[in-house]
């Protein structure tokens, strides 16, 4: 298995079937990678899972 690089810059950018994420690491080239919507939706609940939610939005009712 590859060792771990530091992400150096991410970018996701809308397509017309979804997104395309590009991920770089240092001293590495760019992986692109197609995200479908309901996939973009797992990152986005993934992340705010790690980050310990959004409390802003919690109680909006």
Known sequence: MA??????????EETEEGYLLT???EGGGDLKVAVTPDQMDAIIDALNEVL??????EDED
Request: glycine share 16%.
């Open 52 to 57: 310990g939610g959004d409390d802003d939005f």
């Open 23 to 25: 991920v770089g690491a």
């Open 3 to 12: 060792e771990p690089k530091n992400l150096e810059r991410f970018e996701f």
